[in-house]
């Protein structure tokens, strides 16, 4: 559907209805996009997650799954735009949750029981989680004797869990090693009783981030011969996200035969994979707006109506420069002619990442398109300062733009009211 509106600057018309969405020219709620490379009729902040990417990534997971015989979930922490779960659930049939929000999304939005790990259960959320929960692993043993009995007498087919840690883990950003020293997640081997408690029936394990299988090769190591004695005793053993298997590099064989050759060492296990960057990644950018252009001491910034702090957070946290279609990233302080740092439209200081090299001389209202933006940024982003939120758009396989989800005004006071 192609409408307009010229009643007002901002105003949009969705199912015959006028409707008004802040202080930003909009585009039409639903458009044809003619070329995917520029997304030349996009004039807003706007994530768009390309139906055709996803699907290449679920289908080669979901690929990965049956070949391996293992099953594989999705993640939250990294993806949760619900109104695309009609998709998952052509190729996935669970969720994983970290929190009970997490969880009542699963439960109610992808319609069905969640896998769930938090580290801090408590009274007040006990209940609910395990009503929509399939699976529930403990992070500790006092977690566990506090809420085992409880969490079975709200659901009696809820399968219990233990989170372990093997001690090891090759990531290498510290904020992001579940396993370095002094981690507050899992449960070491030492701690571990030689029989495990009745009622649990299976093991949770996370190590990875964005990892490949020749990393998660060297980890099984480490984790069967940590926790290989307890393996014949349990019926379930997830081995966490971070298995990034859908980026081109990823070596998928050599994860399915890691698999195979687990399920054959330990025909008792059912093994599950619950990734999440694996199911976002590369499936869509962040189109933003050149607002102005400002120069101090022969730097030359780029300001767009976007901001890293607020909606590429992980930008600033990992860190890593997102790539920037059509530019080249250059080393800080280089100079030319269409050398641009971007910068974000937030008050915070520091809300600028690296230097582009650009083949033309930007202009204002010129789309810069940030590469690879649906996965973790789309779930952490925030209101900070105010700023207009980037719209969620889903680009069909026929072209059709169908925009998801608008934020207004009211998504900044409510959050405060």
Known sequence: MNVSCNRWPQCRIRNGKHSFSGFFLLTEYNVR??????????????????????????????????????????????????????????????????????????????????????????????????????????????????????????????????????????????????????????????????????????????CHCESGADVFERTLKHIEAKFGRWLPQVEWMNFGGGHLMTRKDYDTRRLITLMRDFRNRYPNIHVILEPGSAFGWQTGPLVAQVADVVEDHGVRTAIVNVSFTCHMPDCLEMPYHPAVRGAEEVGDGTKGAHVYRIGGCSCLSGDFMGSWAFDHELTVGENIIFEDMLHYTTVKTTMFNGIHHPAIALLHSDGELEVLRRFTYDDYKNRMD
């Open 33 to 206: 996009i003619n070329d995917p490379s520029t997304f030349a009729e996009i004039r807003e902040p706007m994530y768009i997650l390309e139906e055709s990417r996803l699907r290449r990534n679920l289908e080669l997971i979901s690929n990965v799954a049956r070949e391996a015989g293992i099953e594989v979930i999705l993640a939250f922490k990294a993806y949760a735009l619900w109104k695309t779960f009609p998709i998952f659930r052509e190729y996935i049939s669970a969720t994983t949750a970290s929190s009970l929000y997490e969880a009542r999304l699963g439960f109610e939005e992808f319609g069905a029981p969640v896998h769930t790990f938090t580290p801090a259960l408590t009274d007040n959320e006990i209940d609910d989680i395990a009503r929509m929960s399939s699976h529930l692993s403990f992070n500790s043993l006092t977690q566990y004797e506090r809420f085992h009995r409880r969490a079975q007498s709200v659901n009696s087919s809820l399968k219990l869990g233990l989170r372990v840690n093997p001690e090891y883990s090759e990531v290498g950003t510290a904020l992001y090693n579940p396993c370095a020293p002094g981690t507050r997640f899992g449960i070491t081997a030492d701690k571990l009783p030689d029989e495990l408690p009745a009622d649990i029936t299976g093991l949770h394990c996370h």
